[in-house]
């Protein structure tokens, strides 16, 4: 928050108010798969789990699988065992082309993440890492992801976004 002349902290501005719509109203698109049933393109995936679960092993494979065009295990299964892919992705059982991947990792996390990306065979030519974000106004690296302050992680992975969209055909 901001600090005025006399030191008295200043509230900050009022929230817009959330927008409310009919269900009704809006419309329906078709689901674009990464991995079919299991992680939608465009949308938040969490991946938890206890200490020791896999959740870094397995998104380590997602990033490998992604940067070799290789195709996910029961890749036309949902958690089910069932056909879960949407009707525009049917049939559509091939591997997809090789793609980047960003991967946001603390310096101390780099250590784990790269050997466990080497032994699955990932391009690494096409696996780029953002790790800490350096502090401007206390001039140090910040270690933690939480303590980032949210609009320069916004405008990092626009920027990253933007310059991976320049590179397609």
Avoid: C, H, Y
Wanted: aromatic share 2%.
């Amino acid at each position: 928050m901001p600090i005025n002349k006399t030191n008295r902290v200043e509230p900050p501005p009022p929230l817009a108010p959330p927008e409310v719509r009919r269900l009704s109203d809006i419309a329906i698109l078709p689901t674009l798969w990464l991995w079919p049933g299991r992680v939608a393109l465009g949308q938040l995936t969490l991946v938890a789990g206890q200490p020791g679960a896999g959740t870094s092993l397995l998104l380590m494979d997602l990033a490998s699988r992604v940067s070799r065009g290789t195709p996910f295990p029961d890749a036309n299964a949902g958690a089910d065992g069932k056909n879960a892919r949407s009707e525009a992705s049917k049939g559509d059982t091939a591997a997809a082309a090789p793609a980047d991947v960003l991967l946001i990792l603390r310096r101390d996390q780099e250590q784990l993440a790269i050997p466990r990306l080497a032994l699955m065979g990932a391009d690494g030519g096409r696996i780029e890492v953002m790790g800490d974000v350096p502090d401007r106004e206390m001039g140090k690296q910040e270690g933690s992801m939480l303590s980032w302050d949210r609009k320069r992680l916004d405008d990092q992975l626009l920027q990253e976004i933007d310059r991976v969209l320049r590179q397609q055909p």
